[in-house]
């Protein structure tokens, strides 16, 4: 993992980066990386990426807290957070994984009211995209049927996916298990 370098050591102004940050068209291309907008057009994700906003994050400061009511989904434009847990024995934080430039994080809570499942905080100065749900919602609704048929199909892939994968683990970690018990008892 290299080091973030700062905004001054890109070699290019500040505000040229977040001018490019609140391009469409640069902002398509990133929503683009998302797995859940690959049926999206072009076009379609430069308007979804005109109703978002962009964050500036200081360092140590939080995009999201784990149990938040708040819903939508980041990408991380620029710098580097930390996603972590809340131990349910000590109450303290385990850092979970680091996330870099391209990241996203927060997306299944365009789905549901759910709170937030982990915290995430900057490391470094950071910029994030954010599409809050409601927006997302109001431009599903408002973009008709197709978009949307388009959109729960890849969703529904997606979930697809992601279950596949977990029951994979499951099933390799209960065999693991299994293993050391039977090693314990002989």
């Known amino acids: 993992m290299g080091k973030t370098k700062s905004l001054s050591e890109l070699g290019q102004n500040p505000q040229e980066l977040i001018q490019r940050f609140r391009d469409p068209v640069w902002g398509a291309a990133k929503l683009k990386d998302i797995s859940l907008f690959g049926r999206f057009t072009d076009d379609e994700l430069a308007m979804l990426y005109s109703i978002g906003r962009l ?17 939508g989904l980041y990408i ?3 710098g580097r ?29 365009l789905f549901d009211n759910a709170p937030r499942s ?57 065999q693991l298990l299994w293993k050391h018990a039977l090693r314990r008892a002989s």
């Open 55 to 71: 964050v500036n994050l200081r360092p140590k400061a939080n995009a999201v807290i784990e149990g938040e009511p708040t819903r």
């Open 76 to 78: 991380l434009l620029y």
């Open 81 to 109: 957070v930390s996603v972590y847990k809340t131990d349910p024995v000590t109450g303290s934080l385990l850092r979970l994984a680091m996330l870099e430039e391209g990241a996203n994080f927060g997306e299944l809570s």
């Open 118 to 174: 982990a915290t995430v905080a900057a490391e470094t100065t950071c910029y994030l995209f954010l599409l809050e749900a409601e927006s997302f919602n109001k431009f599903l609704a408002d973009a008709g049927d197709d978009l949307q048929v388009r959109f729960f199909e890849t969703c529904a892939e997606e979930l697809a996916v992601r279950f596949r994968r977990l029951n994979g683990d499951y099933i390799n970690s209960q």
